[in-house]
């Protein structure tokens, strides 16, 4: 795997799994040789990282984010103009 698979790997990983640590997260990537085998190892209890923080935590960060994003585009929304319907 090139340095570049590498980065886009450990990068899908920490997206996947934000209650893990990036440093544990390629070091498994690294022994494993695959995001495919490390999902596997963390879904079959094998992977040996511990989560840098509860997974409540990540839902709350996630659904901040989600109504951030809400936000953002109903204002973007709200600033395009409507066209008059033609019938």
């Known amino acids: 795997m090139s340095a570049e698979e590498q ?8 997206d996947m799994f934000p209650q893990y640590s990036r440093h544990d997260l390629l070091r498994e ?9 490390v999902v596997e190892s963390i879904f ?7 989560p840098v923080r509860p997974i409540d ?8 984010q989600r109504d ?5 585009l109903q204002q973007h929304n709200q600033n395009i103009p409507q066209l008059p319907r033609q019938e």
């Open 29 to 37: 990537l690294q022994e494993r040789g695959s995001a495919q085998n």
């Open 44 to 50: 079959l209890g094998r992977f040996q990282g511990l």
């Open 68 to 72: 951030n994003q809400d936000n953002i």
């Open 7 to 14: 980065a886009q790997a450990v990068n899908q990983l920490v």
């Open 57 to 64: 935590e990540v839902d709350i960060a996630n659904n901040n």
